[in-house]
């Protein structure tokens, strides 16, 4: 079991950089792959990043990938991510999630995550 609480979410003007972290509870952190995701008003939940629970391979979706990092640091139970050249078009609430499946399939699908944290809203102004 696990919990999530993602942090670092905020109002930043477009171009500018915000970096989100989620902090997990629990002694099996380092096990999960972990995830983020975002769902913007009237959207379904969209993939944004994955992390192996080794560090690889690493996982964008195509609308991020160049602009975004994701990190983890598996000494402080924690992931990143790292959002640069912010556009309008990212406002959403972003989740974290955890995978407890070392090898998965769909990856980018919601329901191949086990816990969630509740999120943290993104806010870009044009």
């Known amino acids: 079991q696990v919990q999530l609480v993602e942090s670092g979410g905020g109002l930043v003007q477009a171009g500018g950089s915000l970096r989100l972290s989620c902090a997990a509870s629990g002694r099996s952190f380092s096990r999960y792959a972990m995830g983020w995701f975002r769902q913007a008003p009237g959207k379904e939940r969209e993939f944004v990043s994955r992390?192996?629970?080794?560090?690889?391979?690493?996982n964008y979706a195509d609308s991020v990938k160049g602009r975004f990092t994701i990190s983890r640091d598996n000494a402080k139970n924690t992931v990143y991510l790292q959002m640069n050249s912010l556009k309008p078009e990212d406002t959403a609430v972003y989740y974290c999630?955890?995978?407890?499946?070392?090898?998965?399939?769909?990856?980018?699908?919601?329901?191949?995550?086990?816990?969630w944290g509740q999120g943290t809203q993104v806010t870009v102004s044009s």
């Open positions: 992390i192996s629970r080794s560090g690889a391979p690493i």
């Open positions: 999630a955890a995978d407890t499946a070392d090898q998965v399939v769909a990856y980018t699908r919601v329901y191949r995550y086990d816990y």
